[in-house]
């Protein structure tokens, strides 16, 4: 049974950091592309960071880039994304998912972060 379980977000000042992590269970991160996705309010599900296991290659939305940092451990069988420097357009509900794009085909329950002074 595949299971994603994000956690780490909360309220944050504009400038600030939060840590991301995420459990996975039924599956093992290192075989498969896995992503950290968002989505704000009134809005679709955005990509935010993709580690692409198979070409060791990894992408970061536009938006993110220099900011975040999407790393895994495969001994713990986890996902983190490192945010630095929050602005309050990243406020939105995260997602770990298994996968590139939306939408996943597996899906965590999601973690809050706010960015508000």
């Known amino acids: 049974d595949v299971q994603l379980q994000a956690s780490g977000g909360g309220l944050v000042q504009p400038g600030g950091s939060l840590r991301l992590s995420c459990a996975a269970s039924?599956?093992?991160?290192?075989?498969?592309?896995m992503s950290w996705a968002r989505q704000a309010p009134g809005k679709g599900l955005e990509r935010v960071a993709t580690y692409d296991t198979l070409n060791s290659i990894i992408t970061y939305a536009d938006s993110v880039k220099g900011r975040f940092t999407i790393s895994r451990d495969n001994t713990k069988n986890t996902l983190s994304l490192q945010m630095n420097n929050l602005k309050p357009e990243d406020t939105a509900v995260y997602y770990c998912a298994r996968g590139s794009l939306p939408p996943y085909a597996y899906r965590g329950q999601g973690t809050q972060v706010t960015v508000s002074s």
């Open positions: 039924g599956f093992d991160v290192s075989r498969y592309m």
